[in-house]
């Protein structure tokens, strides 16, 4: 079988920082595959690469076939790759419903149309509506993004990613700055929608990646240095001293 | 309820607009006609700027290039309507207001495209420097061209016709004017609720989000940005006609900064706020103009009170009022 993602030879650096070391990745439909690393080890640049915001020096990636790499951000998203931010992205202005109907509006082919409110629009609000509530906030739809919580804030991030209705979801650190019930929460979300969307999930919070992946890849200092199952990764001599080491035993 | 008042203003707003010319005539002060005609081309130009620079985010400080090409547009057609030689040779002059304008809104539209197109690629000070770079481009290239009158400009004998009407007769033209702006005013308000609109307002508060949620937020600035200048362009066309005179004044950077000065003073990102400051800005100059010759000191005292004051300019300080009287 071939996997969904296809990351062949990656590689990026900054000046004499190698940031992305020949990384190869797969992943398969349908799984949660958990990236874990420690801090500075390369994870959210790897992310950028595979959106499209930052060019790779070398290597390629497959979305499902395609080959992305002469492709724009946007045009990855209309492919079916989708992103949240661990530094949130919002539209501060507008309402959690605006944020996501905007997602749904994006599907829908180009916005060239300037005569009819778009906020009337009763097919694409009601379909930003159940994203909403797939994501927990249905009873905050209409409240500012200004004015919700941080970890309101995140689950905001996923509505809009899965209202992209992406055949990957790329989850840079769903979890962080999230209170313990928060993530409760967040893992239920994420658990919803397992199966049927394929996410690559960028995160510290142990117990979530546990909970979550089907599979881990470990990335140190720009490099893969194993990837396996929780188990196999618990057990990994490698992992264990270059990571997990002292924090986990 | 605000959106009462909001009705009451509007209603206001027509009736006085559509009786001012009688008013004015009535009390013996044409010349205020005149006055309101400025005030309403200011209005169209400023609320075109602001669908760029409230709406987009895209701060151009070079929009008197579309304002003073449009002028041009219609003072080097009517040279040639006058003249009878064709226009680069090619294709004939003319006087008539239903040719000019749609010809200065095309001409200015195509060049908002290339502005755009290039300035685009930047952002922050930069875009507002490259914007004021091409504008002053502009500005020299008409003080230069001997052809259509270098540094003294074109004057245009008589207004372009319109059939039916006798634009010639300043409430005939008002009202011309009243219309056009009636119609934008219209326009803007559409475009900033529609799909475009709720794109072109969520690229101004990240470009990031955009992308990851499937846009190309070039290609809707670059949008916005021509229809911004189609419209400036055509408040340049109605000026020209206005004054019967076109000269590269227009066209000079401080006329971008008057522009700019009206969308602050009435408020950035407001459906009024553009004609509002449009109409304070000229008013502001008729007045302060006739009692001081240093004028401008006093506009920047009343920019500063109404600025830090309202913190949203006019359109904020009549909403509050609004609030106040329900």
Redesign the interface.
């Known amino acids: 079988m071939t996997a969904l993602l296809q990351v062949r030879g990656l590689a990026k650096r900054f000046g004499g920082l190698v940031v992305t070391d020949d990384v190869d990745l797969d992943v398969h439909a349908g799984e949660i595959h958990a990236l874990i690393g420690p801090n500075g080890a390369g994870k959210t640049t790897l992310i950028n690469q595979l959106?499209g915001?930052l060019a790779p020096d070398r290597g390629s990636v497959r979305l499902a076939g395609t080959v992305l790499d002469a492709l724009?951000?946007?045009?990855r998203?209309?492919r079916g790759l989708?992103?949240t931010?661990q530094i949130t992205?919002?539209?501060?202005?507008?309402t959690v419903l605006?944020n996501v109907?905007?997602?749904v509006?994006?599907?829908q082919g180009h916005?060239?149309?300037?005569?009819?409110?778009?906020?009337r629009?009763v097919g694409v609000r009601e379909a930003a509506a159940g994203y909403v509530t797939q994501a927990g906030l249905g009873d905050r739809r209409d409240v500012p993004v200004a004015d919700l919580s941080h970890g309101e804030q995140k689950q905001l991030e996923v509505a809009?990613?899965l209202a992209?209705e992406p055949k990957l979801l790329l989850l840079d650190e769903p979890m962080a700055g999230l209170g313990h019930s928060e993530s409760r929460q967040m893992i239920d979300v994420l658990r919803t929608v397992k199966g049927r969307v394929a996410m690559l999930l960028v995160e510290h919070d142990m117990d979530a990646v546990f909970a979550l992946a089907d599979r881990i890849s470990v990335l140190v200092y720009g490099r893969i240095i194993a990837t396996g199952t929780a188990e196999q990764i618990r057990d990994n001599a490698e992992v264990r001293t270059a990571y997990l080491g002292e924090g986990d035993s | 309820m605000p959106s009462a008042f909001k009705l009451f203003a509007l209603a206001i707003g027509a009736v006085v607009l559509i009786a001012l010319p009688f008013i004015a005539d009535g009390i013996g002060m044409p010349a205020a006609t005149t006055l309101a005609t400025s005030m309403l081309i200011y209005g169209i130009a400023a609320a075109s700027l602001n669908l760029a620079l409230g709406y987009g985010g895209l701060v151009s400080f070079g929009h008197a290039a579309f304002l003073g090409l449009g002028g041009y547009v219609v003072g080097i057609l009517y040279h040639h309507f006058v003249s009878g030689d064709p226009v680069f040779g090619w294709f004939a002059g003319t006087n008539q207001l239903i040719v000019s304008v749609p010809a200065a809104m095309l001409v200015c539209g195509l060049l908002a495209a290339a502005i755009g197109a290039l300035s685009l690629r930047t952002s922050g000070v930069q875009f507002i420097m490259i914007t004021l770079a091409f504008a002053q481009m502009l500005f020299f290239l008409f003080v230069s061209l001997k052809a259509y009158g270098g540094d003294d400009g074109l004057i245009i004998r008589r207004r372009n016709a319109l059939p039916g009407l006798d634009t010639r007769d300043d409430t005939t033209f008002y009202f011309v004017c009243l219309a056009i702006a009636a119609v934008c005013w219209l326009?803007l308000q559409?475009?900033a609720?529609?799909?475009?609109?709720?794109?072109l307002?969520?690229v101004r508060?990240?470009e990031?989000?955009?992308?990851?949620?499937?846009?190309?937020p070039y290609i809707?600035k670059l949008?916005a940005f021509i229809v911004s200048g189609m419209g400036t362009g055509l408040a340049g066309a109605l000026l020209a006609n206005h004054l019967r005179f076109v000269s590269p004044d227009t066209l000079h950077w401080t006329k971008s900064g008057e522009l700019m000065v009206m969308v602050v003073l009435g408020g950035v990102g407001t459906l009024s706020g553009p004609w509002l400051g449009a109409a304070a800005l000229v008013a502001l100059e008729a007045i302060l103009a006739a009692w001081s010759e240093n004028w401008q000191i006093f506009l920047g005292l009343v920019l500063l009170v109404v600025v830090l004051l309202t913190r949203g300019g006019l359109d904020r300080l009549l909403r509050l009022l609004g609030r106040r009287s329900s």
Request: charge should be positive.
């Open positions: 959106s915001e724009s951000v946007g045009k998203v209309r989708a992103r931010f992205q919002l539209l501060a202005d507008d605006d109907a905007l997602a509006q994006a599907r916005s060239f149309r300037f005569l009819a409110d778009a906020r629009d809009i990613a992209t | 326009l559409r475009f609720r529609s799909r475009f609109g709720v794109v307002s969520g508060q990240s990031r989000r955009m992308a990851a949620l499937g846009f190309t809707y949008v």
